[in-house]
């Protein structure tokens, strides 16, 4: 496996599918803009610029969607992205306002007690689990609680508990697209941490995907992280560093 065009544009073109996925949204530069409420996370454009060069144009109706929505503009920029693109953002007056590392590596994995998919009637347990691991607060907005609905809504989704004396500690979810499987949403609770209930739905997610005939999976987390850690444990490595880019 190489970091070069052909991998980020196969992680990237899953990425925008499920950004696409979470609401309405529009094809532009390759990728997908896509709008699922004012200050929501998943309100972002993805893939941009891996298939060739970037219009002024594209930008034009990249802002124009976004602007008619009343939203700022937050898009991925990957590094191996066509160099137009860089070009533009500069000549546009973006800011970087976050770092990503993507990672990749084989879906290979094993099962843990402590972990299972979600049964009916869950998901919003499974979201309030998440989100409290992301925020440190169980009290969650209108726009928070309907992230974890619209991820839940991808195509081939499936949501992860981890528990601990049966208690859910911990959340994740995959969903794939082709033989790539994507992991997301990783989220364990402040006073449950520290157990390996992270690196155990990794594993327990690659095997699942796996099972689903995969031979890549993917994911994205904070340089330097517990998480990326965790997912180099479990096998994945770095292979480009992406940058949040954003114009109010």
């Known amino acids: 496996m190489f970091s070069d065009t052909a991998l980020a544009r ?11 996925g979470c609401g309405e949204s529009i094809a532009v530069a390759g990728g997908f803009a896509a709008f699922s409420g004012v200050g929501s996370p998943l309100t972002r454009a993805v893939g941009l610029g891996l298939n060739g060069p970037v219009s002024a144009a594209d930008f034009d109706c990249l802002e124009s969607f976004y602007r008619s929505r009343g939203a700022g503009v937050n898009l991925d920029f990957c590094p191996l992205a066509d160099p ?12 970087i306002v976050e770092c990503n590392n993507a990672l990749a590596g084989p879906a290979a994995g094993s099962p843990d007690a402590r972990v299972r998919t979600i049964h009916p009637g869950e998901e919003e347990l499974w979201t309030r689990v998440m989100l409290e691991g992301f925020f440190e607060r169980a009290e969650f ?7 974890g609905r619209r991820l839940l809504r991808l195509e081939g989704a499936s949501a992860w508990l981890a528990l601990v004396d049966g208690a859910p500690a911990a959340a994740a979810a995959m969903n794939t697209r082709g033989k790539l499987a994507l992991l997301f949403a990783d989220s364990t609770v402040r006073r449950f941490r520290n157990r390996g209930l992270h690196l155990a ?48």
């Open 10 to 20: 196969r992680i990237e073109r899953g990425e925008s599918l499920n950004a696409a």
């Open 84 to 95: 137009t693109m860089l070009k533009l953002l500069g000549d546009r007056s973006y800011r």
């Open 141 to 147: 907005s209108a726009v928070e609680l309907d992230t």
């Open 201 to 248: 739905l990794i594993r327990a997610r690659l095997a699942h995907a796996a099972r689903l005939g995969c031979d890549l999976a993917t994911a994205s987390t904070a340089p330097g992280s517990a998480s990326q850690r965790n997912y180099e444990r479990a096998g994945l490595r770095v292979v480009y560093t992406k940058l949040n880019m954003q114009k109010d």
